[in-house]
């Protein structure tokens, strides 16, 4: 036995020095293939019916350069509530997202979203039940339930069904066009973008597939490198949705974003996300369901096959009520640049110390010969 712990031992202090070998090991520009940020956004089926901008960094695409995203995310959903707005909402929903990227010019890059949704009974309660209890966070709702079932998607103010939904399977929603200007800043400051987008109506707002209404929001993007290894996103948006809405004439304020992400590469293709969201509603009815602002956090992995395509998988947890927003979602983001150039760290971040040696005084001039 005592042979037995000393090589588990051996084995133990060997991984952790091969970790701080390799967190120590001086960094190379082209060591890393950094993805972009994995493009989240407010997942709830309720705040999905207006404009929510992806989260995505301030860089721009090489002008003439096209980049296609497949995006996919499977949430459960589960908020019941009573008195003036009556409601029940009961089911998972897979919302797959179909983009393209493309910059016409150096510095400006136009963008395309089109949703695809499904909503139905799925496969993530068990597994949601399985954590709750394992960190003694049980949510009492599920047990009105049985797993993976569609129990309902139905809101109601006073005598006015506000929304009547039934499951779907892979309905289009709101298309959204964007655009995207980098600022033209020193290589040395955090990067700038200024962001803009329109959405609008294409989706069944019958059921509750978008708001039959156009949206549009302005924002900010920035991102910068403190360090080789560590690459820092943020975002903030400003939406204006076009109310009224649904047969209860809802009135509607401006939505607020905030994102931030950090993404740590842990080897030249592998990086490790961490995702912090905040989103405001635009309802103001007086019911947590349809009010509220919403608190997310995210963990995930990403690997770059190579400079063309990568893959990233994320985890994203609701920190506020259940009613504001989805309860667990998990995404899954594929990538595809297939003009891309050869990926290298951004150009950008503390400038590196001079090493540059003093310039050497030139010699005397040699004597002229002796005649």
Not at 83 to 98: H, I
Not at 204 to 213: D, K, P, Y
Request: proline content about 10%; glycine content about 10%.
């Amino acid at each position: 036995m005592r042979g037995r712990g000393g090589s588990e031992g051996v084995g133990w202090w060997a991984l952790c020095g091969v970790l701080v070998a390799l967190l120590a090991a001086p960094p190379v520009a082209a060591q890393f293939d950094h993805l972009p940020p994995v493009p989240t956004r407010n997942f709830a089926p309720l705040q999905l019916l207006f404009l929510n901008p992806p989260f995505e960094r301030a860089a721009t695409l090489p002008g003439g350069e096209l980049a296609l995203l497949v995006q996919t995310t499977e949430s459960s959903i589960i908020a019941t509530s009573q008195g003036r707005v009556d409601s029940t909402l009961k089911f998972e929903q897979n919302w797959t997202n179909f983009g393209a990227r493309y910059a016409p010019l150096e510095g400006w890059e136009l963008g395309l979203d089109l949703p695809f949704i499904s909503r139905y009974g799925g496969f993530l309660d068990p597994a949601i039940d399985w954590v709750e209890d394992l960190f003694g966070a049980r949510n009492v709702e599920r047990d009105q339930f049985p797993n993976n079932t569609f129990g309902g998607y139905v809101v109601a103010r006073d005598t006015v069904v506000l929304i009547d939904a039934g499951e779907e399977s892979f309905q289009p929603g709101d298309l959204s066009l964007s655009s995207k200007y980098a600022f033209d800043l020193p290589p040395h400051w955090p990067r700038l973008a200024l962001r803009g987008a329109v959405k609008f109506p294409t989706g069944n707002a019958g059921a509750a597939l978008g708001s039959g209404q156009p949206d549009f929001g302005l924002g900010l993007a920035t991102d910068y490198l403190p360090w080789q290894r560590l690459m820092l996103y943020g975002n903030l948006n400003l939406v204006y949705p076009v109310g009224p809405i649904t047969d209860g004439c809802l009135t509607l304020n401006p939505i607020v974003t905030q994102s931030f992400a950090a993404h740590l590469a842990l080897t030249r293709r592998f990086s490790a996300m961490l995702h912090q969201a905040v989103y405001t509603s635009p309802f103001h009815t007086g019911s947590r369901l349809l009010d509220g602002t919403v608190v997310e956090l995210g963990l995930g992995l990403g690997f770059a096959w190579n400079e063309h395509v990568g893959t990233q998988l994320l985890a994203i947890q609701n920190m506020s009520g259940v009613q504001q927003s989805a309860d667990f979602s998990l995404m899954l983001a594929l990538q595809w640049r297939p003009w891309a150039l050869s990926t290298a760290l951004p150009e950008i971040g503390p400038p590196p110390p001079s090493t540059a040696l003093p310039a050497l005084t030139a010699p005397p001039p040699a004597a002229a010969p002796v005649p």
